[in-house]
C-alpha cells in the first residue's frame, strides 16, 4: 500500500485503509454478484445479507441489548434534532444538558416541537466542563433528557453518562453520539436512545444510526414524516424507504474492522477502546509539557476523539498549517467558532499518526518557541 497522509479532519474523516482497500476491490463486483453494492435493489438477497450482518455486527460491537432496535436512517444528526423531539416528545417537556455547540444546537431546533427546558449549561465557562449530574435541574415531567456525549467542536466528552434513576428522573436518556460512536463501550442501562451520524466514527456520510429501546416507539406526533416515524423504520428493518445503502455496507466493513483489532490480551471494542485512550494520552501529555501550546477543557472532560487546541499566538496559525500539510498531517485548522486548531483522532487514526503528529509539534515549538 502507498503511505498516505494522517487525515485529523473533523468529520467526514478517516476510514481504516484497510477498509478502503476491500471497498475499492469490491466496487465493480460484490462478491460474484456481477454488481456494484450501489448498484444492488436494497430488497435483493445481496443486498439483505449486507445489511443483516452490518446490524448483527454492530450490534456485537456494542453489546446492544435484545430489547433495543437498531435503525438506518438518514438526515444526519442535525435532522434527528427534529425527528427525536417528533418522536419522542408528546409534544410535552424534554430535558436538556448544554454542553458545546451541537446540544445548543439540538435544544433550539427541539424548540419547535416541544418544551425545552436547558437543565444544565457550560456556556459560563465557554463549553470546557461537564456540568455535574447532580446539579441539573431535571423535571420529573420530560419526556426524555438529551445530552450530546461528546462535543466535536468543543471537545469535551462525558466519560460517564449519568444515572438518571439515581437522579430521581424516570426520563429515557437520549444521547448523541455521533462522534465517539463505537470509540467506547455504552452502558445501556443508562440509555434510552442513542444516536449518531456516520461519517465521524463509522462510515461515509448519509447514514445516521438510532439505536432505541423497543418501549419507546409508537410515540410519533401525527404530523412526524412517515419515512421519519421511529416505529415504521423499526417495523420495516429500516426498509420503509431505501435507506443509504452503500455507507450501511461500507459502516459494515468498519464494524468488520473494528471487530479484527487485537491490542494484547484485549480484541474487538476494547482494543479500539485502549488504544484511543493511549492516542489521547500521548497528545494531551504534548499539549501539558510543551509550554507552549494550550488547550482550555478541563481534564476530566477532555474528549478522546477531538482535541481544540492553541497556539500561544494566531499569527502562527497559519505556518503552522503549512508546516503540518508539508508532513502530510491534514485538517488540523480549528472549527471557526472556537478558533485555534483541532486535532481528531477517530477509531481510524493509528497511533503513528498522532505520534508523527506530536513529533511535528514538538518540532513547531523549537522553532518558535
Ligand atoms: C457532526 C455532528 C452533528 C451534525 O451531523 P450532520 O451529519 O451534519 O447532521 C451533530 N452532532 C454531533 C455531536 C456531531 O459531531
Redesign the pocket.
Known sequence: MTTRPFNFSA?PAVLPEEVLAQAAAEMLDWQGSGMSVMEMSHRGKEFISIARRAEADLRDILAIPANYKVLFMQ?????ENAILPLNLSRGGRADYVVTGS?SLKSQKEARKYCDVSVVATNEGDGHTTVPSPSTWALSNQAAYVHV?S???INGVEMHELPDLKALGSNAPLVI?C??HIASRPIDWSRVGVAY??A??NIGP?GL?LVIIREDLLGHALPVTPTAFDYKVVADNDSMYNTPPTYAMYVAGLVFQWIQRQREGELSGLAAIEARNVAKARLLYECFDTSGFYATKVVPEARSRMNVPFFLPSDSLNDAFLAGAKERGLLQLKGHKSVGGMRASIYNAMPLAGVQALVDYLNDFARRHG
Not at 75 to 79: L, N, P, R
Request: glycine fraction near 24%; charged fraction near 15%; aromatic fraction near 4%.
Open positions: 468529520g438526515g444526519g444528526a442535525i435532522a451541537w450530546c461528546n462535543e466535536t448523541d455521533s462522534s449518531g451520524g461519517q465521524k456520510a445516521t
